[in-house]
């Protein structure tokens, strides 16, 4: 138990950056965190802490310990929390996370759900991208995700998963107002070929996809303008700076100025979908907002979306 505190400690100083930091987080003294970290330091034979950094830096060592620890110190914190749950001493935890473009549609009608049948229930919300939910999963920082699916994001974690799907989301093509190719669906990719595109910051996800959608049909999308935030793409649209490709969730809230338009074939779509550790404590709580989630995402699946719509200020809704 002494190493957990002095890892604990560990923790505290890389997300506080000083020691002083640390102690005000963990409620000790200063003093206390330096015999910590001093103690652990003794243990390993190795050098954890940058002393002469400000902020305070950890080694490569000192990462490490903190990368395990943090995982370490999370499934202990649900264990016991699983454990006190069967015993009855504790009301019922979720932690859930999901990408923003769930969050902005279906997701609060879902926790409201849940809310209104466990409202003795402690519920914590984590906006997340997606390659940051599923390592806070496999760490046993969240209890349920919401994550996307497709063949060009290889995903793996070190725990085996639950999944449940929900539904898939098929990518619109969102225009300016008054584009040549607005008011009607388009064929497909090659359509937009010679246009110039907004995309995606390196490395985002979604535009990964439609990157190798274009790719597969025959040409590189050429981006003038990077964002990944779905409303600035949106600006950018209608703007006149490009045309864009987003998810057909992202696509749900149109800013004035801009068309969503249908791609008849080729258009990537992804699969969302909600995942638990499959290893983990089965609690009412879990299921209740897996339920809620297949509740909420039912006119998803069953109410096609109109072919052609425009942003407020638009000629049609």
């Known amino acids: 138990m002494e190493h957990l505190r002095a890892v604990r400690v560990l923790c505290a100083i890389d997300a506080q950056g000083s020691f002083s930091g640390a102690a005000r987080e963990l409620g000790v003294s200063q003093s206390a965190v330096s ?34 620890g943090r995982a370490a110190l999370a499934r202990l914190d649900s264990a016991e929390q699983e454990l006190a749950e069967i015993a009855g001493r504790r009301a019922a935890r979720l932690r859930f996370g999901s990408f923003p473009s769930a969050l902005a549609t279906f997701v609060p009608e879902a926790l409201a759900g849940v809310r209104r049948a466990l409202p ?7 906006d997340d991208h997606l390659q940051r939910l599923l390592p806070r999963l496999d760490d046993g920082e969240l209890d349920v995700a919401l994550v996307y699916e497709h063949p060009d994001l290889p995903v793996s974690t070190g725990r085996p998963l639950h999944r449940v799907p929900l539904l898939d989301d098929e990518f619109r093509l969102v225009l300016p107002a008054g584009h040549p190719l607005a ?13 110039p595109w907004v995309g995606g910051l390196p490395g985002a996800s979604w535009f990964r996809i439609v990157r190798e959608r274009c790719r597969a049909a025959g040409f590189e999308p050429e981006v003038r303008f990077s964002s990944d935030d779905y409303v600035a793409v949106q600006a950018f649209v ?3 700076l490009g045309v864009a490709v987003i998810p057909g969730l992202a696509a749900e809230a149109l800013l004035p100025g801009t ?17 638990r550790p499959e290893d983990a404590f089965p609690a009412p709580a879990t299921q209740a907002m897996l339920d809620a989630l297949v509740a909420s995402t039912r006119r998803y699946r069953t109410a096609a979306p109109p072919p052609v719509r425009r942003g407020v200020g638009g000629r049609a809704r």
Do not use: K, Y
């Not at 015999?35 to 050098?47: D, F, I, K, P, S």
């Open 238 to 240: 209608a703007a006149g």
């Open 120 to 126: 003795t229930l402690s519920l914590t919300v984590v």
């Open 259 to 275: 068309e969503v338009v249908r791609v008849r074939s080729g258009v990537p779509s992804r699969r969302v979908v909600a995942v």
């Open 183 to 195: 008011g009607r669906p388009v064929a497909d990719l090659t359509a937009l070929a010679q246009e």
């Open 35 to 68: 015999q910590h970290v001093a103690t652990l330091e003794q243990r390993l034979g190795l050098a954890l802490v940058e002393r002469d950094t400000r902020p305070a830096g950890l080694t490569e060592a000192g990462h490490a310990v903190a990368r395990h």
